[in-house]
């Protein structure tokens, strides 16, 4: 069956479900400028600084910081993600490596010589998408791997033009449920989702909006439906697996200053808001 019709009864029931955003938790971290998040189950997250510090928080502890840790190479982590077993992994886009706590300790699992990762994310089927761009950020692309073997490259469309832009600003991907590659081109200011085939399917420019739209993190739901913070607005674009656009999340929920996003197993999306160093857990399907 066709995965886009396989979902359609439940993209009604998400959209019909769309309401007023609000906030249900906060974490307070102990984190001076957080930037990246990644959460697991319902209660658990990994938080990043702008320096070589990434904590643990947790909802179910008195203290929400359960655990700090100092990375490997003593550099600020690109990009945070948990693989399938729920280890943390991060990307370093300075030493070039892909990073995975283990046995209370940090270990390389992947290395590049002429790439810098930047995003990352973990597939349904367990294989690890990262975002990269080469040395002098002229070129960039997307790496499949399947237990440190190159499964999928993705750099150009079907005329031999890029999809991505040049310059020294990230790539953050993310899968969508219906294994739609999700990608946010901070360089040319939008949202670029490719099919698993890595073919083009839409792109978001998030003409919504007064300000010049500056996506950064996205995170992805069980309805398909694509989150993207955007700072220059200072708001969460909520778009469905087509690109529309469905709601904003912004500040009449209770939250300012949109950073690192990631959404739990409860479709609840996490979100730093950075001036506060707060985690703030918004219920927007309510």
Same mark, same amino acid.
Not at 123 to 147: A, F, P, V
Not at 239 to 266: M, P, W, Y
């Given at each position: 069956?066709?995965?886009?019709?396989?979902?359609?009864?439940?993209?009604?029931?998400?959209?019909?479900?769309?309401?007023?955003?609000? $906030?249900?938790?906060?974490? !307070?971290? #102990?984190?001076?400028?957080?930037?990246?998040?990644?959460?697991?189950?319902?209660?658990?997250?990994?938080?990043?600084?702008? &320096?070589?510090?990434?904590?643990?928080?947790?909802?179910?502890?008195?203290?929400?910081?359960?655990?700090?840790?100092?990375?490997?190479?003593?550099?600020?982590?690109?990009?945070?993600?948990?693989?399938? *077993?729920?280890?943390?992994?991060?990307? /370093?886009?300075?030493?070039?490596?892909?990073?995975?706590?283990?046995?209370?300790?940090?270990?390389? $699992?992947?290395?590049?010589?002429?790439?810098?990762?930047?995003?990352?994310?973990?597939?349904?089927?367990?294989?690890?998408?990262?975002?990269?761009?080469?040395?002098?950020?002229?070129?960039? *692309?997307?790496?499949?791997?399947?237990?440190?073997?190159?499964? !999928?490259?993705?750099?150009? /469309?079907?005329?031999?033009?890029?999809?991505?832009?040049?310059?020294?600003?990230?790539?953050? $991907?993310?899968?969508?449920?219906?294994?739609?590659?999700?990608?946010?081109?901070?360089?040319?200011?939008?949202?670029?989702?490719?099919?698993?085939? #890595?073919?083009?399917?839409?792109?978001?420019?998030?003409?919504? $909006?007064?300000?010049?739209?500056?996506? #950064?993190?996205?995170?992805? /739901?069980?309805?398909?439906?694509?989150?993207?913070? &955007?700072?220059?607005?200072?708001?969460?674009?909520?778009?469905?697996?087509? #690109?529309?656009?469905?709601?904003?999340?912004?500040?009449?929920?209770?939250?300012?200053?949109?950073?690192?996003?990631?959404?739990?197993?409860?479709?609840?999306?996490?979100?730093?808001?950075?001036?506060?160093?707060?985690?703030?857990?918004?219920?927007?399907?309510?």
């Amino acid at each position: 069956m066709d995965v886009y019709s396989d979902l359609d009864k439940k993209l009604t029931t998400c959209t019909s479900l769309f309401q007023t955003p609000l $906030v249900v938790a906060t974490l !307070q971290t #102990g984190s001076d400028v957080p930037r990246r998040l990644a959460c697991f189950g319902s209660s658990e997250a990994w938080i990043s600084d702008i &320096d070589d510090i990434i904590e643990g928080c947790s909802l179910k502890t008195e203290f929400p910081v359960t655990n700090i840790l100092r990375t490997k190479s003593g550099r600020r982590p690109t990009d945070l993600g948990v693989d399938p *077993k729920g280890s943390l992994v991060y990307s /370093d886009h300075f030493r070039r490596k892909i990073y995975k706590w283990k046995n209370k300790q940090f270990k390389k $699992v992947i290395g590049f010589r002429k790439w810098r990762p930047s995003g990352i994310c973990y597939t349904s089927t367990g294989d690890l998408l990262i975002g990269m761009s080469n040395k002098d950020y002229t070129e960039k *692309k997307i790496r499949r791997y399947n237990r440190g073997t190159i499964r !999928q490259e993705i750099q150009f /469309d079907g005329n031999g033009n890029p999809f991505f832009k040049s310059g020294d600003l990230a790539i953050f $991907v993310e899968e969508n449920k219906n294994h739609d590659i999700c990608v946010s081109d901070c360089q040319a200011n939008l949202v670029l989702v490719l099919n698993r085939s #890595g073919c083009f399917r839409f792109k978001y420019s998030g003409s919504h $909006v007064a300000a010049e739209f500056n996506p #950064g993190c996205l995170a992805t /739901d069980s309805f398909c439906n694509i989150l993207v913070t &955007d700072t220059g607005n200072d708001m969460i674009h909520v778009l469905d697996l087509n #690109g529309q656009l469905l709601k904003f999340v912004d500040s009449t929920c209770g939250v300012t200053g949109f950073n690192g996003i990631a959404v739990d197993c409860e479709d609840r999306v996490w979100v730093i808001e950075c001036h506060t160093a707060k985690i703030k857990v918004i219920n927007y399907l309510v």
